[in-house]
């Protein structure tokens, strides 16, 4: 809970976690989370500061944990955001929903897509 509420807008938050399936989790611990859990309250929390007037999400392979209908989930929530979003992921069906896709190899832009 106390994630969700350090967000900006707490009941916003709360609305994403209920979206994200993940409500009822609210009051337990992170540490007991499972590594899907721990990624849709990360979401929920971001949701919730974008709500509070953030404008940015930066999102380090944020399906990397997910189930197959939560990394839909996710690409689904991602697309709808009125902010600009930086993704970082190796999920090549969540990047085909990106505007604009910037691939590297060796630490070097390989190939860029709009």
Excluded: W, Y
């Amino acid at each position: 809970q106390e994630l969700l509420e350090s967000s900006g807008n707490p009941e916003a938050a709360l609305r994403a976690a209920e979206r994200l399936g993940i409500l009822e989790l609210a009051t337990r611990p992170l540490t007991v989370l499972s590594g899907g859990q721990l990624q849709r309250a990360f979401l929920a929390r971001a949701l919730g500061a974008i709500a509070g007037g953030a404008g940015v999400l930066l999102a380090d392979e944020p399906t990397a944990a997910l189930d197959f209908k939560g990394q839909e989930l996710f690409a689904e929530i991602l697309a709808e955001l009125p902010v600009t979003v930086l993704v970082v992921t190796h999920d090549a069906s969540l990047a085909g929903r990106c505007h604009r896709v910037m691939q590297m190899a060796k630490g070097r832009v390989r190939e860029a897509a709009t």
